[in-house]
């Protein structure tokens, strides 16, 4: 089992942690969660786990883009990703800053939701990132329609820049400083 590389104490729902995702080995569990109906604006809703383990591998072997497995009280709870907005995902679609680092994250599908789960998930994947002090701002690009993460990305300090138009989606651009995020804790 892989050691984790990040951990959070959440004050109300306890630990979170993070550890590199191992494209094959946690691919059947993956599977489940972005092909879950929930996991609509992840696009992956026809994947087979086959096509879930080559995404991940794709991602592993690109040196500007990486995946993790989150942890909740010690059982895998989200999904995490972090990578260079200038060199995937936003190329040519915004102007980066020095320092800037992308980020998606999704949650598992639960059987009985947790109230403050989302924030709590999102709390750690952002408090994971500023940990690094070359983190100057996270940079996001959701789906313009997901309006549930909008939400999540105000109450954790993020700034909409506005809609960009990317080959699969309309996006809205939006940045969080660790200023920013600092403010909301």
């Not at 996001?140 to 080959?167: C, Q, S, W």
Request: aromatic residues 10%.
């Amino acid at each position: 089992m892989t050691v984790a590389t990040y951990r959070r104490h959440d004050p109300r729902l306890g630990d979170f942690s993070l550890r590199p995702l191992d494209p094959d080995g946690d691919a059947a569990l993956l599977h489940g969660w972005v092909t879950h109906p929930k996991a609509v604006f992840w696009m992956m809703q026809d994947a087979d786990v086959a096509r879930v383990a080559e995404e991940y591998r794709r991602i592993a072997a690109n040196p500007h883009h990486d995946a993790y497995l989150g942890c909740w009280q010690g059982r895998p709870a989200f999904l995490a990703e972090r990578y260079d907005p200038a060199e995937v995902e936003l190329v040519g679609l915004y102007d980066p800053v020095e320092g800037d680092v992308g980020m998606h994250f999704l949650c598992a599908p639960a059987e009985a939701p947790v109230h403050g789960f989302t924030l709590a998930v999102i709390t750690t994947v952002l408090d994971w990132l500023f940990a690094d002090p070359a983190t100057r701002r996270v940079v996001v690009e959701p789906d313009v329609r997901n309006t549930a993460v909008h939400a999540l990305n105000a109450a954790v300090g993020f700034t909409v820049v506005g809609p960009i138009a990317k080959p699969e989606k309309t996006a809205l651009l939006s940045v969080c400083t660790r200023e920013q995020f600092a403010a909301t804790r």
